[in-house]
């Protein structure tokens, strides 16, 4: 398959991080095979994630030892991260699944990161966004913001002002 070779040419080429992300990883059928042939090589692997299949997937991601899991949280509040992200329940889904792989973790691996794609619906409440996730997981992210477009689009209701954006900065 296509994707174990280009594992074995990561390895080859003595990549040291590899982060699987994009869409969903967690929807991957192979997802544990494909991790097992990561490690085999020594590389770190991340999983960067909306958070909905994590507590199904908890068990595997801990046996085939993933390093870090990023879950994307827009909020802490579950209505504001729900409504933005178009999932009813997806904030419910996510605590219970950093719950599960905290439960059943080996120490802190794999480590529990919150990144928090900053955007108009947040913006003014980073101080308690940061104070409330750093109780739950093992660190807190927030994604930059962006001044164009190149990787992704921000919907228009959530788009920040370029007012906004510099009182941030």
């Known amino acids: 398959e296509e994707k174990l070779r280009i594992i074995e040419q990561f390895g080859k080429a003595r990549v040291w991080y590899l982060g699987l992300g994009g869409g969903e990883p967690l929807l991957e059928d192979k997802l544990d095979l494909l991790i097992r042939q990561i490690k085999k090589h020594s590389i770190t692997v991340n999983i960067s994630t909306n958070g909905l299949l994590l507590r199904e997937k ?5 046996k085939e030892r993933v390093d870090h899991i990023t879950v994307s949280i827009d909020s802490i509040f579950p ?4 409504r ?3 999932h009813e329940g997806l904030f419910k889904e996510i605590i219970l699944g950093i719950a599960a792989v905290k439960k059943i973790r ?7 990161t919150v990144r928090t794609v900053i955007n108009k619906s ?3 409440g980073l101080a308690a966004q940061a104070e409330h996730w750093r109780n739950i997981a093992d660190d807190v992210m ?3 913001i962006n001044k164009n477009d190149i990787f992704y689009s921000v919907p228009d209701d959530l788009r920040m002002t370029e007012q906004e954006k510099e009182g941030l900065l």
């Open 58 to 62: 908890a068990e595997m991601l801990v």
């Open 79 to 82: 209505e504001v991260h729900d």
């Open 84 to 86: 933005n992200r178009g």
């Open 106 to 112: 080996q120490g802190k691996t794999p480590a529990l």
């Open 122 to 124: 947040n913006f003014s």
């Open 142 to 144: 927030f994604k930059p």
